[in-house]
């Protein structure tokens, strides 16, 4: 197991604890992180994306002039796709890009990015990092002691006081153990562990 110092928020180390073998220190292959953060991202897309056919246009459905006879080009109704103003033919709809990688290999890839910020030694692990009140620069000043920049902090549980005074912070994004992912770890330059969340992980991570 990799042993790593734990700090408190003035960047003192308090006590070490171990890191599990099975989900910090497992082969990183990009190819995994890849298809995995593509997927994320493909279901961020929003595929709005879309055009008028021509059963959508409004206007008449009755011919615009006898078929024979008059010496032009045969035309049927003024919606039609060869017209200005007509409808489209090939044209985009709104449509979902989501798909879905395996479970087994979501879970690998997860594995796989908390190994990479270890072997980069990125990770930070506080005890706590509990505020009286709701103060934005109390967290900048954590930071600061801490010395990192763009940090992805993951708690055990909700911290109300920690989501909503570092929600204005440019680079610094909370979250709880249940919404950690592969996008944001790779992101982060820095992954801050709240020591309650690795036990979280390991729960979570187990299978």
Not at 120 to 127: G, K, R, Y
Not at 141 to 167: A, C, F, G, Y
Not at 178 to 199: F, H, R, T, W
């Amino acid at each position: 197991m990799a042993v790593v110092e734990v700090r408190n928020t003035n960047g003192v180390k308090v006590s070490e604890i171990d890191l599990p073998d099975q989900i910090f220190n497992v082969p990183v292959k990009v190819s995994v992180l890849h298809e995995v953060v593509r997927m994320q991202m493909a279901g961020w897309r929003k595929g709005t994306a879309s055009v008028k056919h021509r059963s959508d246009v409004a206007g008449s459905t009755a011919k615009l002039y006898r078929q024979k006879g008059t010496g032009r080009a045969r035309k049927g109704d003024i919606k039609s796709p060869l017209l200005r103003g007509g409808g489209v033919v090939f044209g985009p709809d709104p449509r979902s890009y989501a798909y879905k990688v395996p479970k087994k290999v979501r879970r690998l890839a997860l594995k796989m990015a908390l190994s990479s910020k270890l072997q980069t030694q990125s990770i930070i692990v506080l005890d706590e990092f509990a505020l009286e009140q709701i103060k934005t620069k109390a967290v900048v000043s954590v930071l600061e002691r801490l010395e990192v920049k763009k940090p992805l902090i993951i708690t055990d549980q909700k911290n109300e006081m920690l989501e909503l005074s570092s929600r204005n912070i440019p680079g610094v994004k909370i979250l709880r153990v249940e919404g950690l992912n592969v996008y944001d770890i790779l992101n982060a330059d820095i992954l801050v562990l709240i020591q309650p969340s690795i036990k979280g992980i390991e729960g979570r991570l187990a299978a």
